[in-house]
Structure formats: structure tokens, C-alpha cells
């Protein structure tokens, strides 16, 4: 789909680039030519997944563990990475969820996410942010969002407050840093199968076929959609869009918009056939 020097020269960071999404975002970066800079808490999973990336594409890959709820931890990782040369491009990717009724939630599960998500994007947002103004260094950064960041939903509520607070915040900087030439955006993506997200929130196979079959298209977004979507958004090529938020999911978020969207899952052709009124004879 692209012509394989896209991102050459470019420096990415991919926090959560260790596992399921990122990986893989990080993967279609490194094939077009960029250097890969992924973090995560576990340092065994990020090792394994460098030497991996390293031998599938020949590429360069740093990692550093670190919690990105922990401010100062950021700071040493990114002042770790700057060394390199600063970075152009952030993937905020990390993230926690799980599926719950709210009223089940201790403070420490909302911290939990909300922390990750929100306060782990702007940690990292703005340890690069304050780097890219004072070297007047043009950058971009996309956020991994999710289809309901600008609705809600049920059953994810700290997810769903912490990805708003991820939308607002994208919306805010595309403007305020849009003069230094620091772009801003966010991919919502529907439901694709990651270890991490489907056991947290799809735990049984009657919900997972419920998603699936959600979906207009009548199927799970892939790797390779959801990495060729931020491989452009971050590229040059997509220079004039700034502040966007893409949803990226099959048309499902839609489906639950119209009030009679829902009826093609549910009628047969019979049932049709017997709504449509009888020919005059
Ligand atoms: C209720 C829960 C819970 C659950 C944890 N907690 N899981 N409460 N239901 N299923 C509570 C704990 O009891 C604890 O409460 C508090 O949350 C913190 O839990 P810890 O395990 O101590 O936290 P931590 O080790 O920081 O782990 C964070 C985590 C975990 C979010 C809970 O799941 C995680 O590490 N997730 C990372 C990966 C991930 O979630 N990937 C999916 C992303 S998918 P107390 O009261 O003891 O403090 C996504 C969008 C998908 O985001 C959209 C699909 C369409
Ligand atoms: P995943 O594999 O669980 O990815 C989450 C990553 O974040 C892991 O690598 C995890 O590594 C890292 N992480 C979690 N907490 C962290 C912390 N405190 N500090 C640093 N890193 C942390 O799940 P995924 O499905 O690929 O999700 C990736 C992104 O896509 C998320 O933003 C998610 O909201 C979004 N998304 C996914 C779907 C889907 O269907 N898969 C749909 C919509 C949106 P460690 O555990 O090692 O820290």
C-alpha cells in the first residue's frame, strides 16, 4: 500500500508497543522504514518482542520498561530516548480495561485505568511535547482511542472517561500546538482480536460472537487495517489533517445510532415478506 521509505528517518515511540496493537503498529513502522521505540511494564515481554521485530525487519528497536502512570519514570525513558536524537512521531497506545458494572468498581479501579489512559497519555504527551517546542522540532503524535470516546458506554465506564479526557485532549493540542507544526489525531478502532482486550472484555464466546456479529461488515477489524490507518496519520503525507478523530470500525458504532438498524439481524425473509402489503389484485 505504500511505497516502503514512508517513514524513513523517523523516530516512533509506541507506548504498550510490546503486545497486540502496538506490536503490530510497530511492525508496519519498522517495515517503512522507521526506528522503533516501544515501552511497557513488563521487561521480559518487551525484550522478546524487539528481538522478534528485529529479525522479522532488519530494523532498529529500543525499549524501556516503564509504568507510563509514573511521571518521573517517563521522563528518564524519554530522556533516555532524546539521546538518539528526538523523537517524531508518538503512538499513545497503552492501555488498561476491563468490563465491570460500575457500581462494582473500588477507587482503585477507576485509578487504575483512568491512570493508564489518561494520565499515562498526558505523562508521555508532555514530556515529549515540552522537548519538541523547545527544539522547535515538528512532530505528530496519534492517540489509540476507542469507538465510544465521544458517546460512552456502559460496563467500561473508567475506560469511557479516560478516552474522552484522550479525544479532548487531541482536539485541544491539534490547536494550541498546531502553530509549532505539532499534529495531533486519534483512530477509534472497532473490536480487533488482541490477548489483552478480548479476555478483559469479550471473557466469553457468546459475547465474542455477539461483537462479531455487531459488525455490519460481519467480521473483527484486522492488524494490518488498523497499522496501515496510523502509518499514514503519522506520516508526512497526512501533513493537513490535524485534530481528526477516525473511526475504524466497520460501520458497528453506526449500527447502534439508527433505530431500525438492528431489525437485519433479527427478521427473516419471511418476516419481510410478510410486512410488505399485498398486491392489489
Ligand atoms: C473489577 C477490577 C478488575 C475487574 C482489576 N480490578 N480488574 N475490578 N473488575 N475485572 C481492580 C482491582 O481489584 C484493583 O482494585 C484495581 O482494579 C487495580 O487492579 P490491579 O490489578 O492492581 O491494577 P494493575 O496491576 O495496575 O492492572 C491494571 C488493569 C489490568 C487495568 C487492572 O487489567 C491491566 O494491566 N491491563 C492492561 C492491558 C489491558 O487492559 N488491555 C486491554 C485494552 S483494550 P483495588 O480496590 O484493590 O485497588 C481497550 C479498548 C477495547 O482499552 C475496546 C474493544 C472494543
Ligand atoms: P493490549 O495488548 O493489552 O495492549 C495494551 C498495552 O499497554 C500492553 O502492551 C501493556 O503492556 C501496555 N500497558 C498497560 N498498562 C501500562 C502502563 N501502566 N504503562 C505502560 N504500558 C502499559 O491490548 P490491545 O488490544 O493491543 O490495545 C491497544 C490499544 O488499542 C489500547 O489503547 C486500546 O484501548 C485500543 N483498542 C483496542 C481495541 C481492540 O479491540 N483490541 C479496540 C479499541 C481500542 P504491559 O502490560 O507490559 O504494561
Redesign the pocket.
Known amino acids: 500500500m505504500f511505497q516502503n521509505n514512508l517513514l524513513a528517518g523517523k523516530r516512533v515511540l509506541v507506548t ?1 508497543g510490546a503486545t ?1 496493537l502496538g506490536k503490530s503498529m510497530g511492525k508496519r513502522f519498522l517495515e517503512l522504514g522507521a526506528s522503533l521505540y516501544i515501552c511497557g ?1 513488563r521487561k521480559e515481554v518487551l525484550a522478546e518482542t524487539a528481538a522478534e521485530l528485529r529479525q522479522a525487519t532488519s530494523g532498529t528497536v529500543k525499549t524501556f520498561a516503564c ?1 507510563v ?1 509514573d511521571a518521573a519514570r517517563v521522563e528518564a525513558m524519554i530522556e533516555t530516548f532524546w539521546q538518539d536524537g528526538p523523537l517524531d512521531i508518538l503512538v499513545n497506545n ?7 458494572r460500575t457500581e ?6 477507576f ?3 483512568i ?3 489518561l494520565m499515562g497519555t498526558i505523562n508521555v504527551t508532555m514530556a515529549c511535547g515540552r522537548r519538541w517546542l523547545k527544539e522547535k522540532h515538528h512532530a505528530n503524535v496519534l492517540n489509540i482511542s ?3 470516546a465521544e458517546l460512552g458506554s456502559g460496563y ?1 465506564v473508567p ?1 469511557a472517561i479516560a ?1 474522552a479526557g484522550v479525544l479532548a485532549m487531541t482536539r485541544s493540542l491539534a490547536v494550541e500546538w498546531g502553530k509549532h507544526s505539532i499534529r495531533f489525531n486519534a483512530i477509534g ?4 482480536p ?1 490477548e ?2 478480548f479476555s ?3 471473557p466469553v464466546k457468546e459475547l465474542e460472537e455477539q ?1 462479531r456479529k455487531h459488525s455490519p461488515v460481519g467480521r473483527f477489524g484486522t492488524h494490518e487495517e488498523l497499522a496501515d490507518l496510523a502509518a499514514f496519520l503519522v506520516s508526512d503525507h497526512a501533513g493537513y489533517i490535524n485534530g481528526e478523530f477516525i473511526i475504524m470500525d466497520g460501520g458497528a458504532l453506526l449500527k447502534g445510532a439508527g433505530s431500525f438498524n438492528q431489525f437485519g439481524d433479527m427478521l427473516t425473509d419471511e418476516q419481510w415478506q410478510a410486512i410488505r402489503p399485498k398486491k392489489k389484485s
Request: proline share 2%; charged share 15%.
Open positions: 504498550g497486540g511494564r509504568d502512570r497503552a492501555a488498561g480495561n476491563f468490563i465491570a462494582d468498581l473500588s477507587t482503585g479501579a485509578e487504575a485505568v491512570g493508564i489512559v476507542t469507538t465510544y467500561v475506560s478516552k478502532p472497532g473490536a480487533i488482541t489483552g482486550a478483559r472484555l469479550l461483537a
